[in-house]
């Protein structure tokens, strides 16, 4: 193993340990709330000493920082990609690939927590960060919903109020998903995707319902 | 002025002296957290000493308790109001005022948090009543979209699942909303359930839409 082999190995570990360190904060925020949860609770979880874990983040907030950050990625990742996959579609598809997407992160990534944390612990400039992702992700919400409006797909409502209901509901999926449970991430992206999408078209669309 | 007046009126004032409390509790652990939260917190907010705080709640926790309690009243209230009024209506009309109903509540009450406060912090005593107040309600919903479907009215869904998405997107608008905003209580209300209503629908339905 040359030199450059080593390198990109232990920064993989690094990346994978912070990860896991991400999942196991996101869930203590989740289950005692930011300001109840100690850098002890994080790294009893995780069997590390609490000083290995001043070895990836320096403190708390910045913990909960990346815990919002790390997710905002994927979901923005996950909204290029639908965005690229769909931009031959209507309005309706492109909108119901993005909430299936949303959906399956909120599920899979950080236990489902991270997105709807609350992160108004953040520090202004940690906080403007995580403000600006957010609100690009919102806006690319809003602009397919727009999109559909003008098209006259969709019924004339406020794009930015129906987005928020979108993203409420999938938000709230932390609050009650359990993975042990009976439904499973496709069933509910699938089931969310079309009653959103059926909720704001104008006639009933051949490709949902049931 | 008789004995039986002047102990209605005290009593009265009581009443809405634990009310104000609980509003301004209430707001103060939406923005810091249930843990970061103190009785000074809230005592301050309201231009009481402390220790006229302890004359109305024992503690904390028993503040929490009642925020939920409270505005889980007033939900089930509403719900019993929507269900004598529209019991020989469909499916459709029922779960539209019932939608509208909780959102007035969510909005008006408590600044609209209490129902989207964690409540994991309660003790298992008083953490099972209002568990079972909270049921009491998803029931309720789950049953007129239950309803719906057997009637036929509404798509083959599970009436679970299209729960946790009304609910879900509901009490998130506590985390949105400001009295100062664009949008107000009755035009959310009334977008939420044509979207949720038209959303569940088979058809169109000529009541919905704009």
């Known amino acids: 193993m040359n030199v450059m082999q ?18 196991s904060a996101a869930g203590a925020f989740r289950r005692k709330g930011y300001h109840g949860t100690s850098m ?45 996959a769909e931009k031959d579609s209507n309005a309706a598809d492109r ?3 993005l909430i299936q997407g949303l959906v399956d992160v909120m599920i899979d990534d950080l ?8 992160f108004t612990a953040l520090k ?3 906080l403007e960060k995580i403000i600006a992702k957010r609100d690009k992700f919102e806006r690319g919400m809003r602009a397919v919903i ?9 019924r004339n409502v406020d794009p930015k109020l129906a987005t928020f209901a979108i993203l409420g509901a999938i938000n709230w999926i932390s609050k009650w998903y359990r993975p042990d449970g009976t439904f499973k991430a496709a069933d509910i992206g699938r089931m969310y995707s079309d009653l959103f999408v059926k909720g704001l078209s104008k006639g009933d669309l051949p490709n949902v319902g049931k």
């Open 146 to 154: 727009s999109d559909g409006v003008k098209s006259r797909e969709f």
């Open 6 to 23: 080593a390198s990109e190995r232990r920064a993989r570990k690094t990346e994978l340990k912070r990860e896991a360190i991400l999942r």
């Open 95 to 97: 909108l119901g690939a």
């Open 124 to 126: 202004e400039e940690l």
């Open 40 to 84: 002890e609770d994080i790294s009893e979880q995780l069997l590390m000493t609490k000083g290995s874990l001043y070895y990836y983040f320096a403190d708390k907030e910045e913990i909960l920082f990346a815990c919002h950050d790390f997710s905002l990625d994927r979901v923005l990742d996950r909204m290029q990609e639908v965005i690229e």
């Open 111 to 118: 236990q489902g927590s991270a997105l709807a944390l609350d």
